[in-house]
């Protein structure tokens, strides 16, 4: 197992000089944000293009993917989290287009995963989404297939603001439609992240025994519930004003159950801390400093 971070708060930093730095600090493996390298994603966490995916050569796989390994870095997966089943048809098919190109490029460096999300149109029903889902995603996951390459969706529900209320903009979030997923997909994975559990009361235990074997890639954050905000608005907000995105060990995730769950299903790939907290940004120095705390409360459990 190792440890490693997802690439995407180094929006400003090039990836050879975040991997020095990773390298430095304890670190093994990293997950590669590969946004559009001129029109990404506006939203926070997002939009930063580490390897610009577009016409991107064998050659210039193997050489990134090279430079990576002589530093003792792997590429745990490549990430790209937009919405495929967003309302407007010119920006979902705007988005597919480069998810594939996303997974091109990993199968020309010989990295096996890639991670994103299924989606949703948060005005449609659940059932209005998957039948979508179920006309797009089968040529996507025929083109990963095709490349060598395993999609693995994040199990976050994608609702944070208003733009994302009320159904949230991806719907691989519960149980319930990732038995859905797996039945109807061969050869996807889940990219799981327990920090959306705490969200949706979710045991986390019985989630990652049900679902552990099917793990192609794990995001390590927290979650912290704001007492008084879910007092003030309560659960219909769905999270809105009381989910607090942490790093590792600041908020409710039970990080010894959760690495003992992953030896339990045999989970032995990179685990990736996500960095979302607020606490924690604003400067190169408070960000490297959120990343070093989180690998402080994980390293122990790596083995």
Known sequence: MKLGILTAPFEDTELMDVADWSAANGFSALEIACW??????????AGTSHINVDGLSK???NEIAGALADKGIEISGLGYY????????SHRDAV?????????AAGLMGVKVVNSFVGGDRK??????????????????????????????????????NDEWPGGHNIAYSPYIWRRIFDAWDGVGMNFDPSHLVLQMI??????????????????????????????RGILSAGMGWQ??????????????????????????????EHEDRDFEGTDA??????????????????
């Open 36 to 45: 559009p390298a001129t029109s990404g994603d506006v939203r926070r966490y």
């Open 203 to 232: 045991d986390q235990s019985r989630f990652m025994r049900e679902f552990g074997a099917r793990f192609a890639h794990v995001h390590a954050k927290d979650l912290m519930i704001d007492r008084d905000g879910l007092y003030e």
């Open 59 to 61: 050659a210039q796989s």
């Open 124 to 161: 449609l029903t659940l059932d209005e989404n998957w039948a979508r889902a179920a006309q797009i995603f089968p040529d996507i996951i025929a083109h990963a297939r095709d490349s060598g390459v395993t999609l693995a969706f994040e199990n976050c529900p994608m609702i944070f603001s």
């Open 244 to 273: 607090v995105p942490r790093l590792c060990g600041l908020g409710e995730v039970d990080w010894s159950d959760f690495f003992a769950q992953l030896y339990r299903t045999g989970y032995d790939g990179a685990v990736i801390i």
């Open 286 to 303: 408070k960000l490297k400093r959120g990343f070093c705390l989180a690998r402080d409360i994980l390293s122990p459990f790596i083995k």
């Open 82 to 89: 937009p919405n495929p089943l967003h309302a407007d048809a």
């Open 96 to 104: 597919i287009g480069h998810l594939k190109k996303v997974i091109t």
